[in-house]
């Protein structure tokens, strides 16, 4: 495998490691290791850029349809190795096997889609005195790509899909926690025919490799998911080489129900909001907004629903929630929740980062309303009118997802409309679909994947005039 970070055997006895560049995989479940990583260190990261730089020329000749075939070979291989990879994702992260097995099928599905889009991301001929412009889209180069531990198959899919497709070769960070799904992504690449060098994947600390690769002067840009505040790093460490950067960051969506809206449809859906995956999701809607002529009814129902949700053993196929991704995360999730919530749900005895699915009743100024939670905590706000729903909505420094449930299609798009946010769903509560943008405004980031719109991010636009004077 092209990779710095790459795999030791599982289980390998510590006592043949170097413990100052090992890391210990974890499963979230169980408490219990799972594998021994090598850590790469800054000289790794070193070389993955060399290898990936080594790599761009070969690889940016290719012809677009060969792009495009190997491509869809990586999908191919993807689902093949579907359950494999679930299992891998499941274990690792404490995700539910059969959200697991969703999520790698997307993954199959990203790869397919930018196989697909490698040729119709063309330029332009444009009419000029004298001559013809013509506009050509080119890849940027190296691109270093730092996606987060809760969906770490999926996001890096995002990025790497259009990075390749464009003609980038990619170095892929992993997070620290969740690195297994990256290595054995990395590795069907190079099955799939995919030059080496092409695809790099390097484990160690984002304060290490992740600061050199938005450092290093042959990265071209950073494709960042993670928490607002590591994006503003990402931001000021790249301003040294005017680097490309995209950012998807943190989120505290809203969840508006208003009277008209079916009730029952809306309260059974709105825990999947904000459980889903133990609400590690940066679009998770966990301010829920109801107005308040239905807020009492409302709670009775959203509280049954939530009671409802199956908490437990990842591998089980009925399972809904599994844990969270480590004891210091639960720790951060418990301190928002202060006092007696509405709602406060069980969780399996034993080992494990287990977090019950918890209800507060809040206002928009709590702390639990103000920050985002990355765990199963729901804070349910009344609000009056349409106007005070949009205000409401509004009231936050994120602005990546959130819903808006209503019989009134008038009032849905007036609503949509006003509301600062990315991706926003009517009557549903689902963010991401591989062919449209996804992306949030305010502090939740800037830039789009996803879509047609994410090869954008991984393009220059060069313009080229010809004269047709004699």
Not at 377 to 396: C, G, L, Y
Request: with cysteine; charged share 20%; net charge negative.
């Amino acid at each position: 495998m092209s990779d710095t970070g790459s795999a030791v055997s599982p289980l390998a006895p510590r006592s043949c490691l170097n413990p100052a560049v090992t890391l210990t995989v974890l499963d979230p479940a169980t408490e219990e290791p799972i594998a021994e990583l090598e850590q790469a260190g800054v000289e790794g990261a070193d070389a993955a850029v060399a290898r990936a730089k080594a790599a761009l020329p070969a690889w940016r000749r290719v012809a677009p349809a060969d792009r495009a075939r190997l491509l869809r070979r990586l999908a191919s291989l993807v689902e093949e190795h579907g359950e494999e990879l679930a299992r891998i994702e499941s274990r690792n992260v404490g995700k539910p096997i059969a959200g697991a097995r969703g999520e790698v099928g997307m993954v199959a599905e990203v790869f397919y889609f930018y196989a697909g889009a490698v040729d119709k991301h063309s330029g332009e001929t444009i009419p000029v005195a004298g001559g013809i412009a013509a506009t050509f889209r080119e890849p940027l180069g190296v691109v270093g790509l730092i996606v987060p531990w809760n969906f770490p198959l999926n996001i890096a899919s995002w990025k790497i899909g259009p990075a390749l497709a464009c003609g980038n070769t990619v170095v892929l960070k992993p997070a620290e926690l969740t690195p297994l799904s990256a290595l054995r992504l990395g590795e069907l690449a190079l099955e799939a025919g995919i030059p080496e060098g092409v695809v790099n994947v390097v484990v160690g600390k984002g304060s290490v490799v992740g600061r050199r690769l938005v450092e290093h002067q042959d990265v071209a840009k950073i494709g960042f998911t993670g928490s607002t505040e590591v994006g503003a790093e990402v931001m000021r460490g790249a301003a040294a080489t005017i680097k490309r950067v995209t950012l998807e960051l943190g989120g505290k969506s809203a969840n508006v129900v208003f009277a008209d809206a079916d009730l029952e449809a809306a309260a059974a859906a709105a825990p999947y909001a904000v459980f889903d995956n133990a609400g590690q999701d940066c679009c998770a809607r966990s301010r829920v907004l109801v107005q308040r002529s239905v807020y009492d009814r409302f709670l009775e129902l959203l509280v049954e629903a939530t009671r409802g949700v199956k908490i437990g053993d990842p591998s089980s196929e009925d399972t809904e929630m599994g844990p969270l991704v480590s004891a210091a995360h639960r720790e951060t999730v418990a301190s928002f929740v202060e006092g007696e919530p509405a709602f406060r749900g069980e969780v399996p005895a034993g080992p494990g980062y287990w977090y019950p699915c918890t209800l507060v009743e809040a206002t928009n100024d709590d702390r639990v309303a103000r920050e985002e939670v990355f765990g199963p905590v729901a804070a349910v706000i009344p609000f009056e009118d349409e106007a005070d729903a949009i205000r409401i909505s509004n009231d936050t420094p994120y602005g990546l997802s959130g819903s808006i449930w209503t019989r009134d299609g008038a009032r849905a798009l007036r609503v949509a409309r006003a509301t600062d946010a990315g991706v926003l769903s009517v009557n549903a509560n689902t963010s991401v679909r591989v062919q449209t943008p996804f992306g949030g405004f305010k502090q939740s980031g800037f830039g789009r994947e996803l879509g047609m719109h994410a090869l954008d991010g991984y393009s220059e636009v060069k313009s080229v005039f010809i004269s047709t004077e004699g």
